[in-house]
């Protein structure tokens, strides 16, 4: 609920915690957060209160904070008091109970302070009464100099007759008295008045009485803003000597926000407590990704789970079907429990990660001259050279950014590589289903799957992550959800008929626009279509034709 909470969370996040012991003090708070429900909606009522204190503390530090800094830090070190008593109820957290409230710096600054001082001290009109007898003192002056004026505007209208008769200030005349041309007549010698301004429809006026009584307001005016100054640089002091003791409990604040805001999280999405284990053994039962579950109506969760001496998990199957998010998935659930969080998943036993590396998705950078081939092995290499058997690795389809035989070697070389001397956790999808072979000589490698049901021509994904192998990958059926044109499709899947049955087609270049060539499964069709002579057909010879040619063209669909 608070800027510095939201900082602090976004750490959590970005650097996740390595030993067990830190990771469990913060699950430990998030599942006594959870049970009580009275002590986190206390906390929440109380943290809604909070501005960035970390901010405010480095302002002050700086000599550039503002009025209405100073009331930010009072209104947050109001609730700091309470919160950090409820606070010191969790088991977890002990320390709690030692942090600094600063509540003798609060009852110091608390009445300074008006409720809505301007945003600068050039004008004054920031201190409270009673704060300081000296500045009250010169208040007073000015408010009864002011007040004189207001009573010498009404004498002189009295005085002249002159009902629109004002006094008014400016910074190069100071003040002066204002009298419509319609009514200068009216203004006699013996009144004093000095002319001092004309303007297009009135003049301005200035007298003896007026400008002795304009030096006691003005220097009385200065003397305030100066005596406001001074006042406020020595609250900066008072506070400055407290900034060590602001900061332990601003920190202190923002770990409790990070805590109430992941048990309200775990509490209202049934996040269950992942534990950790020593065997590298990895078993995530149901797990769902955090923010597609979230924004998903329906989200299919899905298993990881890989035996301590299984290091690879291989898995195949068509674009769309859900291998990247599969792996997206557990890599932010390694996140999520390693910063201290609960998960979206039945359950949860992991091992510490020391480091994640991932290599997803493509990407290029033109300016330095590297391709997208040359960018996926970059941070290949970071995994190959950094990774320990306490890492996790994600690699998503390594070598598909040069030839098939090239991709295909280099992905082997990588996972044999990993397999004997990483030994690192590791999801490698790809759609090589010649490297799916390598679980047959490493016991270390397994395959898995996404799950596809093809029925006539069209794929409907099931999003589950099954053991095994895919058969084939569905490129042409993905290419059919595209929608590419009709003609496009025929051929690609004559095509994989042929480098299939490992027929040689290199040498059939048809142009694609040609039907009878793309086609050649037509050319019965085509051949009836070419011997009917329409302007002999009777109409019930057309009616018979018509339903032979519909016949021609359901053969050739199955």
């Known amino acids: 609920q608070s800027a510095m909470g939201a900082r602090l969370l976004k750490q959590w996040i970005v650097a996740p915690l390595i030993e067990q012991g830190p990771i469990e003090q913060r699950q430990d708070a998030i599942e006594q957060l959870m049970d009580d429900f009275m002590l986190r909606e206390q906390l929440k009522d109380h943290l809604g209160f909070i501005y960035d204190m970390e901010r405010l503390a480095s302002r002050i530090a700086y000599?550039?904070?503002?009025?209405?800094?100073?009331?930010?830090?009072?209104?947050?070190?109001?609730?700091?008091?309470?919160?950090l008593e409820l606070a010191g109820r969790l088991e977890a957290y002990p320390q709690f109970q030692s942090v600094p409230t600063c509540q003798?710096?609060?009852?110091?600054?608390?009445?300074?302070?008006?409720?809505?001082?301007?945003?600068?001290?050039?004008?004054?009109?920031?201190?409270?009464?009673?704060?300081?007898?000296?500045?009250?003192?010169?208040?007073?002056?000015?408010?009864?100099?002011?007040?004189?004026?207001?009573?010498?505007?009404?004498?002189?209208?009295?005085?002249?007759?002159?009902?629109?008769?004002?006094?008014?200030?400016?910074?190069?005349?100071?003040?002066?008295?204002?009298?419509?041309?319609?009514?200068?007549?009216?203004?006699?010698?013996?009144?004093?008045?000095?002319?001092?301004?004309?303007?297009?429809?009135?003049?301005?006026?200035?007298?003896?009485?007026?400008?002795?009584?304009?030096?006691?307001?003005?220097?009385?005016?200065?003397?305030?803003?100066?005596?406001?100054?001074?006042?406020?640089?020595?609250?900066?002091?008072?506070?400055?000597?407290?900034?060590?003791?602001?900061?332990?409990?601003?920190?202190?604040?923002?770990?409790?926000?990070?805590?109430?805001?992941?048990?309200?999280?775990?509490?209202?999405?049934?996040?269950v407590r992942p534990r950790f284990n020593a065997s590298h053994r990895v078993e995530v039962l149901e797990g769902k990704h955090p923010i597609l579950d979230a924004?998903?109506?329906s989200y299919i969760s899905n298993d990881?789970?890989?035996?301590?001496?299984?290091?690879?998990?291989?898995?195949?199957?068509?674009?769309?079907?859900?291998?990247?998010?599969?792996?997206?998935?557990?890599?932010?659930l390694v996140i999520m429990a390693q910063m201290g969080s609960f998960i979206p998943a039945r359950s949860a036993n992991l091992p510490l990660f020391d480091r994640i590396f991932t290599r997803i998705g493509a990407s290029d950078d033109l300016l330095t001259g590297k391709s997208t081939f040359m960018m996926e092995m970059m941070e290949a290499n970071a995994a190959l050279q950094y990774a320990t058997a306490d890492s996790l690795i994600i690699f998503d389809e390594i070598g598909r950014g040069t030839a098939t035989y090239d991709g295909m070697a280099i992905a082997q070389a990588m996972l044999e590589y990993i397999d004997a001397a990483l030994q690192a956790k590791t999801l490698f999808s790809t759609h090589y289903h010649e490297l799916t072979n390598l679980e047959e000589e490493h016991a270390t490698m397994?395959?898995?799957?996404?799950?596809?049901?093809?029925?006539?021509?069209?794929?409907?994904?099931?999003?589950?992550?099954?053991?095994?192998?895919?058969?084939?990958?569905?490129?042409?059926?993905?290419?059919?959800?595209?929608?590419l044109p009709k003609v496009v499709l025929e051929r690609a899947s004559s095509l994989l008929k042929g480098f299939e049955s490992q027929d040689n087609t290199s040498g059939y270049q048809p142009n694609?626009?040609?039907?009878?060539?793309?086609?050649?499964?037509?050319?019965?069709?085509?051949?009836?279509?070419?011997?009917?002579?329409?302007?002999?057909?009777?109409?019930?010879?057309?009616?018979?034709?018509?339903?032979?040619?519909?016949?021609l063209q359901e053969e050739i669909e199955e």
């Open 63 to 83: 000599g550039n904070a503002s009025p209405r800094d100073i009331i930010q830090l009072v209104a947050s070190l109001e609730h700091a008091a309470p919160i």
């Open 104 to 271: 003798s710096l609060y009852e110091t600054i608390q009445g300074a302070i008006v409720d809505e001082p301007p945003l600068t001290l050039k004008e004054g009109g920031v201190f409270r009464a009673g704060y300081s007898e000296e500045l009250d003192e010169v208040k007073k002056i000015a408010d009864e100099g002011q007040n004189y004026i207001i009573a010498l505007e009404q004498k002189e209208r009295e005085r002249t007759e002159v009902r629109s008769l004002k006094i008014g200030y400016n910074r190069v005349f100071g003040y002066y008295i204002e009298v419509r041309n319609g009514n200068l007549e009216r203004i006699k010698p013996e009144f004093g008045y000095v002319a001092k301004q004309t303007l297009a429809n009135a003049t301005r006026f200035i007298t003896q009485e007026l400008k002795e009584e304009e030096e006691k307001i003005l220097h009385a005016q200065e003397r305030k803003v100066k005596l406001e100054m001074e006042l406020f640089q020595q609250l900066l002091a008072t506070i400055k000597a407290n900034l060590f003791d602001l900061h332990t409990c601003a920190h202190a604040l923002a770990t409790v926000d990070v805590l109430v805001a992941l048990a309200e999280l775990a509490g209202k999405e049934g996040y």
């Open 295 to 297: 924004r998903m109506a």
């Open 304 to 332: 990881w789970i890989m035996d301590e001496q299984e290091h690879i998990e291989l898995i195949t199957g068509p674009n769309m079907g859900g291998k990247s998010t599969y792996m997206r998935q557990n890599a932010l």
């Open 446 to 483: 397994k395959n898995v799957h996404v799950d596809v049901q093809e029925k006539k021509g069209e794929i409907e994904f099931r999003y589950r992550i099954v053991k095994g192998k895919a058969d084939k990958s569905y490129g042409i059926n993905v290419a059919r959800l595209a929608k």
């Open 512 to 551: 694609l626009f040609i039907m009878d060539e793309v086609k050649p499964e037509k050319s019965k069709l085509i051949q009836k279509l070419q011997t009917i002579d329409v302007d002999e057909l009777t109409p019930r010879e057309a009616l018979a034709c018509l339903y032979e040619l519909k016949k």
